[in-house]
């Protein structure tokens, strides 16, 4: 038997991967349909008497992002039965932040809203290191976090914390789609928000029966979960601080519900130099929490590969067959996700930018095995075990 030419070998692995991706898509899309049908024992359906336990809405904030006076005022206007106050920590009292929260408080003069000074650097994790000298300033034991661009819907809270009347939930996250702002590479990372990373999320649900890790979009937990899980103080070198607290608190004997209360995200109008480190930072993020079902993410790249089996395979019959086929299951888990499940209109109008951005993530992917360096807020750090070194 003659051996395979170097355009033959790629033709046949690209093969190989378009139908394993095209397999993940079919996963999705059941994936999809398990997530939106009703669960006996849902703990966000469980009859019983009012709960509506007093939060603490956590929010460290630094510097200003796009649409933040709207996303703060979408907190004060929640549909909440219970008491709930608004702690903001910042590192500074000079933070242009302190303004935005200055005229949220002059707008919402009977909302509970504070701000706590944080002037400790406990860590490279800025974010966690306000945290932890937040939270001797919470008046209350159950406690909802999210990052500073989150806008929510009026019943946020009710649906955040409804799980946790269940003693066994210790943490509830949130599913979340990106507001592009402008820019191609803006409307990019929305698009991958919305058709790559929470398939992957809703996928990891079905195939590990649950989730036991949380997304920054939302966190809300328990006091007691919390002192379970070990505290904020751990995660100051954390750099996916937010899966490592579901993370740990799962492995505390909680478990982590997945809300079908959709937010969402601001996404920075980036130019492509920025987009680019910010991926790559998230990737190696990703890499380091769940290292196995990161590399296993070369099967989830079905378009891609059919396209560079299109090429591989001087576009020969069946390469276009097999093309044609896997953007149709493509387009369909797009659909299915960015729009079923989280309602992102957007999705409709960057549907043809799904093959170049699935391209790039096929590249960056690779990528981030390159190096264990990530570019955060100005600073170089290292990734040891997930921790963060600074780069002198």
């Known amino acids: 038997m003659a051996a395979l030419t170097v355009a033959e070998l790629i033709s046949f692995l690209t093969t190989v991967l378009a139908l394993a991706g095209c397999a993940y898509y079919f996963v999705v899309l059941w994936s999809v349909r398990a997530f939106l049908k009703p669960q006996a024992g849902d703990p966000e359906s469980a009859a019983g008497a009012p709960f509506h336990p007093p939060v603490t809405i956590l929010k460290p904030v630094k510097g200003l992002d796009p649409g933040m006076d709207e996303a703060f005022a979408s907190h004060c ?16 009292l000079d933070d242009p932040a302190v303004a935005a929260i200055e005229r949220l408080q002059r707008a919402f003069p009977e909302r509970s809203i504070r701000v706590v000074e944080c002037p400790d650097s406990l860590g490279p994790n800025g974010k966690l290191s ?38 066994r939930v210790g943490l509830v996250t949130a599913p979340y ?9 803006s409307r990019l990372e929305a698009l991958g928000i919305a058709t790559d990373f929470f398939p992957g999320v809703l996928v990891a649900r079905v195939m590990e029966k649950g989730i036991r890790f949380g997304l920054g979009s939302t966190l809300a937990f328990s006091r007691l979960a919390l002192v379970s899980a070990g505290g904020f103080e751990p995660l100051v070198t954390q750099l996916a601080d937010d899966y490592q607290l579901g993370a740990r608190i799962a492995a505390a004997g909680f478990q982590v519900h997945l809300s079908h209360e959709v937010v969402e995200t601001s996404v920075p109008a980036y130019k492509f130099g920025a987009f680019a480190a910010h991926q790559l930072r998230w990737a190696r993020a990703v890499r380091v929490s769940r290292p196995g079902g990161y590399f296993g993410m070369i099967f989830t790249y079905g378009l891609a590969w059919a396209a560079l089996n299109m090429v591989a395979s001087a576009f020969d019959p069946f390469s276009l067959a097999l093309f044609s086929l896997v953007f149709l299951v493509r387009m369909a888990t797009a659909l299915g996700v960015g729009v079923g499940v989280l309602g992102d209109r957007q999705v409709m109008r960057d549907l043809w930018m799904l093959l170049p951005r699935d391209l790039i993530a096929l590249g960056l992917w690779a990528w981030s095995y390159a190096s264990d360096t990530v570019v955060w807020r100005g600073q170089h ?3 040891r075990k997930g921790e963060l070194v600074r780069v002198k």
């Not at 939270?135 to 946790?164: K, Q």
């Open 77 to 92: 206007r929640q549909d909440y039965a219970g008491e709930y106050e608004i702690l903001f920590g910042v590192s500074s």
């Open 177 to 185: 789609r990106g507001r592009a702002h402008g820019t191609l590479a």
């Open 381 to 383: 750090f290292k990734l």
């Open 130 to 167: 306000n945290l932890v000298q937040m939270l001797p300033a919470a008046r209350y034991d159950t406690f909802v976090l999210n990052d500073s661009d989150i806008t929510v819907g009026r019943h946020y809270l009710s649906r955040m914390v409804e799980p946790m009347r269940d003693a």
